[in-house]
Structures are given as structure tokens and as C-alpha cells.
């Protein structure tokens, strides 16, 4: 069983461009949260959705940033005209219902802004 | 609110010494608790959890956690260190008045000595 998914592992993007992050939740998980872990911070809640439902984004910057999970494909994070602040790692972890609070990770996405 | 606070962000021991990794959680309503360890350019794993049933918790890799309601704890233990535990840890707390979001700890480097 696949675990969570998530490409590219490292990406680079030069101030200003868009960066667009991947996640593939497990099989069967249709739970699908974001968290950031910022050099020299710890990891922060960003969003939580469901397909087609944005569930909470109480973490979510209020510029710049949006995520989405459709009904078919991954579960995308964008980050239009993205700083130098934004590079981070950024993780997915996935969970098969709202009542199980065991969410599992994937590698993470590692961004780079130059 | 919830909040969790892990002392010390780097422990060191010697292979073979007690692992003591300490977690203090706030919480109005009763917690979910989870120990959550990442390597080096990699995603967390979860270690064990606490979801109201017994107190004291078994988890992978020999590790193991007791909740203590009276002192708002949940720390990490291990008999004998072994190299390979040299890694972050990371305590986090889900409540059920606060969302699925997990809300972590800033995080415990563990080094293990030869």
C-alpha cells in the first residue's frame, strides 16, 4: 500500500514565480492536510480538505496562498509570486475519515526561493 | 486553545542510556496525543499515540509514552538508546474542539553517542 505522495521533493523558483505542490493522500484517504515547517520554526497548520471542500484554512496565509483537493487527482497547494519567506518544507499528511485523527505524512516538499 | 511544549530542543545521550524525550500539552478538553519522529530531509512518522484508552502507550522502535492528566504530560521514553534514534521528535496534540488539525511541539533533536 503506497504510502502519501508528494512531488516535486525539491523545488526551486525564482521571486515571483508560482510554485504548485502535489500531494497524492493513500489509498482510500480522502482527508488531505497541509503543514509548514519554516527554518528555525516548528511545523504549523496550514489547511485541511476534503474533496472538493475546503474543511479549514484557518492557518492558510491570506494572500498568495490557496489549495485545493478535487474530486479526481491530487491535492494541489499553490503559492502565486512566491518571497524568499516562503521557502520552507512543505508537508501532506493524509487520514480516511474525519474521526480518525491518525494522519500519515508524506516526504515533503522542500522550496527553495532565490 | 491548544498549545504543547517540548523541553529542550537538543538532548544528547550515549547508545545504550535512557531516552527521556519531555512533552507538556494545555488543553481545556481532553487530548489526542501523538509522538511523530522525522530524519534528516525526510517526512514524519508516527511513533505512538493516546486516544483515551491506556495511559501508558507502546509505539514502534521500542519507544513508549505515559499520558499523565495531572501533570498535562506525555513523555517519550526508551530503555536503550541505538544509534539509529538519532533523529528529530516531535510531540503534537489534536482536541476535538479545535478542528483534526495537529498542533505540534517545536521539536526535540535527539544525538546518540558511541
Known amino acids: 500500500n503506497a504510502g502519501v505522495m508528494q512531488n516535486p521533493r525539491h523545488l526551486v523558483r525564482r521571486r515571483g514565480q508560482e510554485a504548485r505542490l502535489r500531494c497524492s493522500p493513500m489509498?482510500?484517504?480522502?482527508?488531505v492536510y497541509w503543514y509548514r515547517q519554516l527554518p528555525e520554526e516548528g511545523l504549523k497548520f496550514m489547511v485541511y480538505l476534503q474533496k472538493e471542500n475546503i474543511i479549514d484554512e484557518s492557518g492558510m496565509p491570506k494572500e498568495r496562498f490557496s489549495a485545493e483537493f478535487p474530486k479526481e487527482g491530487p491535492s494541489i497547494l499553490r503559492i502565486q509570486q512566491v518571497v524568499r519567506g516562503d521557502s520552507a518544507a512543505y508537508f501532506c499528511a493524509s487520514s480516511p475519515s474525519a474521526a480518525s485523527y491518525e494522519q500519515y505524512f508524506g516526504p515533503g516538499t522542500r522550496l527553495t526561493v532565490t | 486553545a491548544q498549545s504543547v511544549t517540548q523541553l529542550g530542543s537538543h538532548v544528547s545521550v550515549s547508545e545504550g542510556a535512557l531516552v527521556l524525550l519531555r512533552c507538556n500539552y494545555s488543553s481545556s478538553v481532553p487530548p489526542y496525543l501523538f509522538w511523530y519522529v522525522q530524519y534528516p530531509n525526510q517526512g514524519l512518522q508516527l511513533l505512538l499515540k493516546y486516544t483515551s484508552a491506556a495511559t501508558l502507550v507502546k509505539g514502534i522502535n521500542g519507544f513508549e509514552a505515559e499520558f499523565k492528566k495531572s501533570e498535562t504530560s506525555f513523555h517519550l521514553t526508551k530503555p536503550s538508546a541505538h544509534m539509529s534514534d538519532a533523529a528529530e521528535y516531535f510531540c503534537a496534540v489534536i482536541t476535538n474542539n479545535a478542528g483534526n488539525m495537529l498542533t505540534f511541539g517545536g521539536g526535540t533533536r535527539l544525538m546518540v553517542k558511541p
Open positions: 489509498k482510500g484517504h480522502s482527508h
